[in-house]
């Protein structure tokens, strides 16, 4: 069975940092594209990054391009999402999600198989 279990978030400042945890169990770490989500009260999940583990190369939104950054480390089956010079508009709910094949319509959550159980960001202005 295939779980991705998420840890970090929490609350800082505006201008702050953090960094999320997404430690996949039970798949091939290194065939994965691991993508990041966030959801904020009454919209819709919005895609963050995806991150090709194969080719260790992500992709970003461009409203956190610049600010966020992905990192994996292979030896914990772990992928960190770093979010550094936030904004109290990126206060969300954060989600990791996998998939064995990703296609270049990254940002859709129908394109992943397999979600984290999400972690509260909350940036005070």
């Known amino acids: 069975e295939v779980q991705l279990v998420q840890s970090g978030g929490g609350l800082v400042q505006a201008g702050g940092s953090l960094r999320l945890s997404c430690t996949v169990y039970?798949?091939?770490?290194?065939?994965?594209?691991i993508g990041w989500f966030r959801q904020a009260p009454g919209k819709e999940r919005v895609a963050i990054s995806c991150f090709k583990n194969s080719s260790r190369s992500a992709v970003y939104a461009y409203f956190v391009k610049g600010r966020f950054n992905v990192s994996s480390d292979n030896a914990k089956n772990t992928v960190y999402l770093t979010m550094d010079s936030l904004k109290p508009e990126d206060t969300a709910v954060y989600y990791c999600?996998?998939?064995?094949?990703?296609?270049?319509?990254?940002?859709?959550?129908?394109?992943?198989?397999?979600w984290g159980q999400g972690t509260q960001v909350t940036v005070s202005s």
């Open positions: 039970g798949f091939t770490f290194d065939d994965l594209a």
């Open positions: 999600a996998a998939a064995p094949i990703i296609s270049r319509l990254w940002i859709l959550p129908d394109e992943y198989d397999y």
